[in-house]
């Protein structure tokens, strides 16, 4: 399959065959990435600013960088839906080389990324349920995050060391590597080998993690607990249901590309599948990224008040430029993630 032929939205050897886009799911799709960029800039914007006021333990740690990946992730959706709206052209992003190549590296890092800080976040907290007397120390997690974030970025730059320029696609409305243009072989099997360590190794190890971090919150409930292990639990639930949210978009995903690499090379596979293809390729990272605040905003009540207070200022401010004047605040706000002091309203009312 050629290339040039690829990039073109046709297959080959043998008669080209025009991949067969349907309109009203290319709109589906847009509508997917305009939530996706929207909803997902906004809400890990404020989850960002949350978890960069928390004391940094393990947990925080790894939130505040997931946040900061489903952010970059929101951003690049951008790119993608205005491709799709634009008839799957290049657009005014993908016609240039440079933006093309730093897309898809950016991209493939942080997806790989986000896949590698989940299954890190739910093996840590399986950890620390079945071995709740030893800690990990958080310098251990940094240098974990920094080690992989290194490995999964020099993975993904394998194709720009080979001068193996990412084309756009129609099919997923963004620029992919399509492997073996000016890459030998050794480079080619290189690329496979981070597909599966970033992609599809993880996601086992995330499930087993699932299922161990359920089975002890199950018994913890049975026992019952004071305060502390209530607080103890709810985090557990949270990062169950962070955990399965992630398989729940990923898993189905982590199949069809096991199954895309090892026999997409003997089938039709591009025309057939093309909405799948894009699926895979687009939409799970974003959807992802833009899901994981809400689940953020559900199971935390200090980022729902001081989210509820940034919007509240906001149009607060927007009212009291209308009316010339300054609206008395008549509610306790939280700025920094603490409650403002008394002397403070009294200042805000004057």
């Known amino acids: 399959m050629s290339a040039e032929n690829i990039a073109n939205g046709t297959t080959a050897p043998g008669p080209t065959i025009p ?23 906004v809400g890990n914007l404020l989850a960002l600013s949350y978890f960069c006021q928390k004391k940094r333990d393990v947990p925080t740690i790894i939130y ?3 946040v900061l990946v489903d ?24 016609k240039h ?41 958080r310098w251990v997690i940094v240098v974990i995050i920094g080690t992989a974030f290194v490995i999964h970025a020099l993975g ?44 599809l190794i993880p996601v086992p190890v995330i499930i087993v993690s699932f299922v161990v971090t359920v089975l002890q919150l199950a018994k913890k409930t049975t026992a019952g607990g004071g305060r502390g292990d209530n607080c103890k639990q709810n985090i557990t639930v949270t990062i169950a249901l962070f955990t399965g949210i992630y398989l729940f978009f990923n898993v189905p995903a982590a199949v069809v590309m096991f199954l895309f690499n090892f026999f997409g090379s003997s089938i039709n596979f591009w025309p057939k599948y093309v909405y799948l293809i894009a699926y895979i390729f687009v939409m799970v990272y974003p959807l992802n990224a833009a899901c994981n605040p809400i689940i953020y905003l ?7 008040e001081q989210s509820l207070s940034i919007f509240h200022r906001t149009f607060s401010s927007r009212k009291s430029g209308n009316s010339g004047g300054l609206e008395p605040v008549t509610v306790q706000s939280y700025v920094a993630g603490t409650r403002v002091s008394s002397e403070n309203l009294v200042n805000a009312t004057l």
């Open 298 to 304: 559900w199971r935390m009540e200090r980022l729902r």
């Open 97 to 137: 080389q440079i933006f093309c190549d730093f897309w898809a590296f950016v991209w493939t890092t942080m997806g790989r990324m986000s896949v590698f800080l989940v299954g890190l976040l739910s093996v840590s907290r399986a950890y620390s349920l079945t071995f709740p007397f030893r800690t990990v120390r």
């Open 19 to 41: 991949i067969p886009y349907d309109p009203h799911i290319d709109n589906f799709f847009g509508v997917l990435c305009l939530f996706s960029f929207l909803f997902g800039t």
């Open 64 to 66: 505040t960088n997931i």
């Open 156 to 199: 993904a730059s394998i194709p720009l060391w080979w001068n193996d320029k990412h084309l756009y696609h129609g099919a997923v409305a963004a620029c992919i590597s399509f492997g073996g243009q000016t890459m030998p072989e050794a480079a080619i099997t290189a690329t496979k080998v981070f597909d599966y360590v970033g992609v």
């Open 71 to 94: 952010l970059t992730i929101a951003l690049l959706t951008a790119p993608i839906g205005i491709s799709i709206f634009d008839n799957r052209s290049k657009s005014i992003f993908f």
